[in-house]
């Protein structure tokens, strides 16, 4: 025990190092604005925050190296940065990929940024003088979306930073990591690990202690483009950091708490949220008791092969949202089909599928979307020997995050996207598809005929009531020749079967029908379909143990979202979900090593928990 105690500040120590040589590299790329003589561009808007100063001399450098880049968007970064906002601009932004990845967060300095008018009309943004740095937060994060590969971060001298204000750190840095809270308490990590570590060895303590002190100086001090204007005190800075962070926590929740008390207006950000859930809470509330009416009459037959040969396979309930009702899985025992029975109707679609990636948990399901881009990358890069895409159709698009990620790899290549929510007229306006389609695929497949030499499906066909009426309608939409890519989980994975209803793959009942791989080859191939990729194991997808322990979680003491019923999400539960994710660190850390040990005996073979199929129209 006392070696594995002596082990930790070594680790602090070592980590520290290792971080402060990744903030020096990430700071020391960042691209500084040479003065210019020119004129500012008319077409550039300069949006400050409150408190900065933005002299004329900067305004022109910062026009002049969003000319010369051809950037829509540039986070300004003031030179006199002080050391902790510096240090937060280089834990967010990795200076290396930031530009060319399209699906990088928005993130800066959120001090000044300046846009291209063209731009601030289509978000719709209204200029004006003295932003609040968190509405910058917002505004970052829409520019990064809208212009994935046209915005940029540069340092500007003569761009004079705000007044350091600890208070206002703070709620920058809550909004800034909203769909991550967990990097709010990073910084605690290293005085926590030190203080366990000195009970076995104070000299590692006062090492960690003292590395921590001066990191600033080895991330700031040198061939750094920025000089805060706080370098030479940054320890004592950093001393009281923690401390002023508590204190303004505490201090800004009791100031809200008093100004609601006192009727007066709250952040109007957190007051669109509240409001936000009020409805949300008002709409669910309303249609409690129809929840039983939501699914269709339980079927004897597997609506795949017809046979009425049925097994039942699972019994869960929504774990993944934690929405009303249980559900049955059935099997056939002819042709291994397994499906929701019984199915939900369209209302019922409608129920289980809202707030899930749009609506109340729309921010959320964008950060959860944007780290799916590895596996974007490899389905786009599934067609490289075998055709060059001249028009691609997604079909379930909804944002359009594949696609987005997709025109990397295809820059030539037209885009269309499809999905039966209005997420797709997003997508339009964002540039990330040239077109946009509301509704199933067998509903525009007459209207789209001929129009897209490849099709794709990841994670749609599942979902749908009638999966074989929607490989008719993409078989009628594909030209000869054409090609149409499939992903599904794999429900004879190792892994459904080890988690039983906690393997990640069911999400039950948005996803109503399993499809073996055998069976969805030979559909296509009566179809006229002829399968030229199958992909098990490049398509795995990681994390089933880790996945399996945050439903566990989340079923024994859900989220207080809208939803949940109240005796579901009260103070107890609340509690109890607290304790259970502080006892549940060390099993976390385990069930991530343990995916990552299993993950080559699971690629190998048909062992995947997803698959991948990509077939060809003949003709």
Same mark, same amino acid.
């Given at each position: ?6 082990? #930790? ?15 020096? $590299? ?16 008319? *077409? ?21 190296? *969003? /000319? ?33 990845? /399209? ?40 520019? !990064?979306?809208? %212009? ?41 990590? +290293? ?31 040198? !061939? ?16 009281? $950091? ?13 100031? *809200? ?10 952040? +109007?950000?957190? &007051? ?28 004897? &037959? ?33 042709? =291994? ?8 109707? +369209?209302? =019922? ?37 075998? #055709? ?38 997003? %997508? ?21 005929? $001929? ?17 074989? &009426? ?23 994975? +190792? ?9 990640? =793959? ?21 179809? =006229? ?29 859900? !989220? ?11 103070? $107890? ?12 660190? #060390? ?33």
């Amino acid at each position: 025990m006392r070696t594995v105690l002596l082990l #930790v500040p070594v680790l602090v120590c070592v980590g520290l190092v290792a971080n402060g040589v990744r903030l020096r $590299g990430r700071l020391r790329r960042l691209d500084t604005a040479v003065a210019s003589g020119r004129p500012v561009d008319p *077409a550039h808007v300069f949006l400050v925050a409150e408190g900065v100063r933005l002299s004329e001399a900067a305004c022109r450098a910062a026009s002049n190296h *969003a /000319r010369r880049e051809r950037l829509l968007a540039l986070d300004l970064i003031p030179g006199d940065l002080t050391v902790e906002r510096a240090l937060d601009v280089a834990r967010m932004v990795d200076t290396r990929t930031y530009r060319a990845d /399209r699906t990088a967060a928005g993130r800066g300095a959120f001090q000044a940024i300046l846009v291209h008018r063209v731009l601030l009309d289509r978000i719709g943004i209204t200029p004006r003088e003295d932003f609040d740095p968190v509405e910058l937060v917002d505004i970052t994060a829409q520019l !990064k979306r809208y %212009a994935p590969d046209a915005t940029d971060l540069v340092v500007v001298h003569g761009l004079q930073a705000a007044r350091d204000d600890a208070a206002m750190r703070v709620r920058v840095q809550q909004r800034a990591y909203a769909c991550t809270p967990a990097s709010l308490y990073m910084p605690f990590a +290293p005085h926590i690990g030190t203080a366990i570590g000195s009970q076995v060895s104070q000299n590692l303590a006062y090492v960690a202690m003292l590395l921590f002190w001066f990191q600033p100086f080895f991330v700031c001090a040198g !061939k750094v483009p920025l000089a805060p204007r706080d370098l030479i005190r940054s320890p004592i800075v950093r001393i009281l $950091g923690i401390v002023l962070f508590v204190i303004h926590s505490v201090r800004a929740g009791r100031r *809200a708490a008093e100004a609601k008390a006192a009727g007066l207006p709250a952040d +109007p950000v957190k &007051e669109d949220r509240r409001r936000h859930r009020e409805e949300t809470t008002a709409w669910y509330v309303a249609r409690a008791r129809r929840v039983g009416r939501l699914r269709e009459a339980t079927s004897t &037959e597997c609506p795949w092969c017809g046979s009425g040969h049925l097994a039942v396979r699972l019994r869960s309930v929504d774990l993944t949202m934690g929405k009303p009702g249980s559900f049955r899985l059935d099997a056939c025992r002819r042709c =291994g089909h397994i499906f929701l029975n019984p199915a939900l109707t +369209p209302d =019922g679609q409608d129920y289980y599928e809202r707030d899930w990636r749009d609506g109340f948990a729309i921010e959320a399901a964008e950060h959860s979307r944007m780290r799916e881009a590895p596996a974007d990358r490899a389905r786009a890069e599934l067609l490289r020997p075998h #055709v060059t895409p001249r028009a691609w159709l997604d079909v379930g698009a909804g944002f359009g995050h594949f696609c987005n990620v997709a025109r990397r790899h295809w820059p030539m290549t037209t885009f269309g996207a499809l999905d039966v929510t209005d997420a797709i007229d997003e %997508a339009c306006a964002r540039g990330w598809v040239e077109a946009a389609y509301q509704g199933e695929l067998v509903q525009v497949a007459d209207s789209i005929a $001929g129009r897209y030499d490849v099709i794709s499906m990841f994670g749609y066909l599942e979902r749908t009531r009638y999966p074989s &009426e929607e490989l008719d309608g993409a078989v009628k939409a594909l030209p000869p020749g054409g090609h149409l890519m499939l992903e599904l989980p794999n429900p004879s994975c +190792p892994a459904a079967r080890w988690m039983g209803r906690y393997w990640a =793959g069911w999400d039950v009942p948005r996803r109503q029908h399993y499809i073996p791989v055998d069976n969805l080859l030979a559909a296509l191939e009566d179809r =006229g379909m002829r399968p030229i990729v199958v992909q098990f194991g490049p398509a795995q997808r990681p994390g089933d143990v880790t996945r399996a322990l945050r439903l566990l979680i989340a079923n024994l003491a859900p !989220k207080p979202e809208p939803w949940v019923h109240a005796s579901r999400a009260g103070i $107890g539960r609340r509690v109890l979900r607290a304790v259970l994710l502080l006892a549940a660190v #060390v099993p976390f850390g385990l069930a991530w090593g343990l995916d990552r040990l299993t993950r080559p005996a699971l690629a190998r073979g048909r062992r995947s928990n997803t698959y991948r199929v990509l077939a060809r129209k003949e003709g």
